[in-house]
């Protein structure tokens, strides 16, 4: 079946500094990935969707110049959060898929369990 | 934009009752309605899925119903086991161009030995 491998699983760092979240698709061609971000006993938020070769679209209220989000290949999309706050602890999990009708089915992540101290 | 809401937020049965899960949506232009179920520190997995044409779908414990009219739609786990224990999270979107579905707020469902 299709995987989906997010890296890292789990970050803790000082307020300030910059994280990347890897999101790879191991076994087929991601043309679309999605960013959600999770809190505690809440549902999936959507960040951003993004499609290889393209800048990603982000949702309402969600800062493109603090989650910076690349998808430079089908395979490997990155989340950015620069400059991180305690704010910014959260559950991220990314999603992909081939193609962009919902009949393809959207793989999740592991998630990357981020928590600035 | 579409709005999901889920219905309940937890949910708490014996083992060998049945489960049920509502969810309401505001777009009537929805059409595709996927259910995730979502183990405790794991990933989100599809379960089953249900289209705008199709009232009732079921695949052997699980099934799904649809009522275009009201904008609802149902998970039913019938037979529940401990193993179902877990966050379910229901969704909508519209089919057609870039599928991109919002999530309700999640039922953490507990299923008691």
């Known amino acids: 079946g299709a995987v989906v491998s997010q890296h890292p699983s789990w970050v803790i760092c000082k307020s300030g500094t910059s994280v990347k979240i890897e999101c790879r698709s191991l076994d087929f061609q991601a043309t679309t990935m999605f960013w959600y971000r999770q809190f505690p006993k809440q549902s999936l938020m959507l960040m951003a969707t993004?499609?290889?070769?393209?800048?990603?679209?982000?949702e309402q209220g969600v800062e493109k110049d603090k989650f910076l989000i690349n998808h430079a290949s089908l395979t490997l999309s990155t989340l950015t959060v620069t400059s991180a706050h305690p704010e910014d602890s959260s559950f991220y999990i990314c999603?992909?898929?081939?193609?962009?009708?919902?009949?393809?089915?959207?793989?999740f992540g592991d998630g990357t369990r981020l928590s600035i101290l | 934009g579409e709005n999901v809401e889920q219905h309940p937020s937890t949910l708490s049965v014996q083992e060998g009752d049945s489960a049920v899960i509502k969810c309401t949506y505001s777009?009537?232009?929805?059409?595709?309605f996927p259910w995730y179920k979502q183990e405790l520190g794991k990933r989100p997995q599809l379960i089953i899925d249900i289209r705008s044409n199709v009232g009732e779908k079921k695949d052997q414990r699980i099934a799904v119903t649809l009522n275009k009219t009201a904008k609802h739609f149902s998970l039913h786990i019938t037979e529940t086991q401990p193993e179902d224990s877990a966050v379910y999270f229901c969704?909508?979107?519209?089919?057609?161009?870039?599928?991109?579905?919002?999530f309700g707020r999640g039922t953490s469902l507990i299923v008691h030995p």
């Open positions: 777009d009537s232009a929805s059409n595709y």
């Open positions: 969704a909508a979107g519209i089919a057609g161009g870039s599928y991109i579905p919002t």
């Open positions: 993004s499609n290889e070769g393209s800048k990603a679209t982000y």
């Open positions: 999603s992909a898929r081939s193609g962009t009708a919902e009949n393809q089915p959207q793989h």
